[in-house]
């Protein structure tokens, strides 16, 4: 079970508790959750890495990624405003080695019920 430490408040924002549990699904290996939260057309762009775009594309990385887990997720910072958000903080995985990360999000709408693209930075520490 991966240990999750979360600093900020979410409060009644609904979209910063949705990517808080973005985040943690994402180091939880949660698939189903990740792919049912993105628009079709996805667009993940992994600075200094790759870009990928389109849902199939998406879920096959996210497959690849299954066999790292990480021991521990803290969320530094979760923001939104209208169709944008961000979360940075810090990952270790089982293995010990950590990486920080920013990323930056985009709503397929105001009303944010899916993610249509994710910028994503992540530096091994």
Same mark, same amino acid.
């Given at each position: 079970?991966?240990? +999750? ?11 910063? *508790? ?9 180091? *939880?290996?949660?698939? @189903?959750?990740? !792919? &049912?939260?993105? !628009? ?12 990928? *775009? /389109? ?5 096959? &990385? ?6 790292? #887990? @990480?021991?521990?997720? +803290? ?7 209208? #169709? *944008?958000? @961000?979360?940075? /903080?810090?990952?270790?995985? &089982?293995?010990? #080695? ?7 999000? +985009?709503?397929?709408? @105001? ?7 994710? !910028? ?6």
């Amino acid at each position: 079970m991966t240990k +999750i430490i979360s600093s900020p408040n979410c409060g009644n924002s609904p979209k910063m *508790e949705f990517l808080k549990q973005f985040n943690i699904a994402f180091v *939880e290996g949660n698939v @189903a959750f990740l !792919t &049912e939260n993105v !628009t079709d057309d996805i667009v993940w762009n992994m600075i200094g890495d790759k870009k990928l *775009e /389109g849902i199939k594309a998406f879920t096959e &990385e996210l497959e690849k990624m299954q066999s790292v #887990k @990480a021991s521990e997720l +803290i969320l530094n910072q979760i923001l939104s405003h209208g #169709k *944008e958000g @961000a979360v940075n /903080g810090v990952m270790t995985m &089982e293995n010990g #080695k950590q990486y920080a990360f920013s990323d930056f999000y +985009i709503f397929q709408s @105001a009303k944010g019920e899916k993610l249509k693209e994710i !910028t994503s930075y992540c530096i091994k520490l």
